[in-house]
């Protein structure tokens, strides 16, 4: 089944202890992205991939890095979160991302984070 | 901001009644897009319509898009309870390889 996981489904953590929420795709897709959710805001971009060792900021990186090592997975990792960094987090991806006309996201069940 | 605005934030109708939903965005587009989402969980695509299409149908679901007005409508008809999410539109921008959301809109359909 086609399919993005994302893991943990939630975690609580502590203020300042590194961590890294998982993200794997099994459609061969060039395109992997990570979304941050809060209420009123809607989803914003943090990261996003458009192929092995190639990746660029979104509009909300600060505190986070991504790395692309292998086309199926893109981790994101927080090394010293911060309780405003609490927030319902998405792993997405796509064939070849918007370059093309009719790119669609395939989302994965997000991750909910309580940094405390 | 690029990002789309969704209204109105929040709609409740009966169940068998439409449901319409629209989208504004402020640059050209390459697609528009439109996405629901039950209850925190993962997003999931409903229907894409390109910049140079009009009107798209999928089922129960119509799209317009007007890249005069910079904005985009979502017509769910003969609604049912299982439709009650949110739902978001999503603006795709060639070249600059970022898909940008708007806040959503909550739909309840009542039984």
């Known amino acids: 089944e086609a399919q993005v996981t994302q893991n943990p489904r939630y975690l609580i953590t502590v203020t300042g202890k590194k961590l890294t929420v998982t993200c794997s795709q099994n459609m061969n897709h060039e395109y992997m992205s990570w979304y941050r959710q809060d209420p009123g805001l809607g989803l914003r971009q943090i990261y996003y991939?458009?192929?092995?060792?190639?990746?660029d900021k979104g509009d909300v990186p600060e505190g986070y890095k991504v790395s692309r090592k292998e086309k199926r997975n893109f981790p994101l990792i927080l090394e010293s979160p911060s309780p405003n960094q609490t927030s319902l987090y998405f792993c997405?991806?796509?064939?070849?991302?918007?370059?093309?006309?009719?790119?669609?996201?395939?989302f994965g069940s997000g991750t909910q984070l309580s940094v405390l | 901001s690029q990002q789309g605005e969704e209204d109105p934030q929040a709609l409740s109708i009966q169940e068998g009644e439409n449901a319409t939903m629209n989208c504004s965005y402020k640059?050209?587009?390459?697609?528009l897009q439109w996405y629901r989402q039950n209850s925190g969980r993962g997003l999931v695509h409903l229907i894409l319509i390109r910049s140079n299409e009009r009107e798209k149908h999928s089922g129960r679901l119509r799209v317009t898009l007007d890249t005069s007005k910079k904005s985009s409508s979502l017509l769910i008809t003969a609604s049912r309870a299982a439709d009650t999410a949110s739902y978001f539109c999503a603006t795709g921008l060639y070249n600059f390889n970022k898909f940008y959301f708007g806040s959503g809109t909550k739909l309840n359909v009542k039984p």
């Open positions: 991939s458009m192929n092995v060792e190639v990746t």
């Open positions: 640059t050209s587009i390459n697609n």
């Open positions: 997405a991806s796509s064939f070849r991302g918007t370059g093309a006309t009719n790119e669609k996201l395939f």
